[in-house]
């Protein structure tokens, strides 16, 4: 089956300019991710989403970042002004639910590039 | 803090050495712990988790909770193990649940 999907696969971007990130999960998993795959610093968790609740916003690391999930399917990640220390692979991935042991299915990410 | 440790950034060894990933983590709750790996041009994916007990691709991982470890360990590295592995923990916090990854390690199998 289709896995989880994510676009653009790369974005080039200006400084001060404002990009989407889109995420389409495996259909019917109700646990959505996103990461920040930096050279050097792993990954690095941004927001998660599940189910209805509120998500975890905890891992943004300004208020440039925001994220939503519409539907409970596919999911936005919209970073404002970008700056050059936002360049990065953005990769989300879904599980089918939250248990804490369940599996993460990765998407192929997002290369982003802030000029 | 919860944190996890993965003090190698590259591990180079030779084809049929025995190979061992490092993997340290803090958390003062029950820690559920995973492999995932990292091949050249391919997504993310789980190798093992610790739950299951398995072994995969001759993969093994055994959870050591007085040293807090978790380490990656493989009695003979074949090449087409080259790859980047990340140690994760999942927390468990105000009902709900994260991933914590580490900085990751990139095995290198000499021929």
């Known amino acids: 089956g289709a896995g989880v999907s994510q676009s653009p696969s790369n974005k080039v971007t200006e400084k001060g300019k404002d990009v989407e990130l889109r995420c389409d999960p495996i259909?019917?998993?109700?646990?959505l991710y996103w990461y920040r795959q930096s050279l050097g610093q792993g990954l690095e968790f941004l927001i998660y989403f599940q189910g209805n609740s509120a998500p975890d916003k905890s891992g943004l690391p300004s208020d440039r970042f925001s994220a939503e999930r519409t539907g409970g399917s596919v999911s936005t990640l919209t970073i404002q002004r970008t700056q050059q220390e936002d360049s990065a692979v953005y990769l989300c991935a879904s599980s089918f639910r939250d248990t804490g042991a369940g599996e993460q299915y990765f998407g192929p990410g997002t290369r982003l590039t802030v000029t | 803090a919860q944190r996890v440790t993965q003090p190698e950034k590259l591990l180079s060894v030779f084809k049929g050495a025995p190979v061992e990933l490092k993997c340290n983590y803090s958390y003062s709750g029950s820690p559920e712990l995973f492999w995932y790996v990292q091949y050249s041009r391919q997504r993310l994916q789980l190798l093992l988790r610790?739950?299951s007990r398995e072994s995969i691709k001759g993969f093994t991982a055994d959870l050591n909770k007085g040293e807090t470890s978790f380490h990656l360990k493989k009695p003979f590295a074949q090449e087409e193990d080259s790859a980047m592995y990340y140690c994760?923990?999942?927390?468990?916090?105000?009902?709900?649940?994260?991933?914590?990854f580490g900085t990751g390690t990139r095995l290198k199998v000499l021929a």
């Open positions: 610790h739950i």
């Open positions: 994760a923990l999942s927390v468990h916090t105000s009902g709900t649940y994260k991933y914590i």
């Open positions: 259909s019917g998993h109700t646990a």
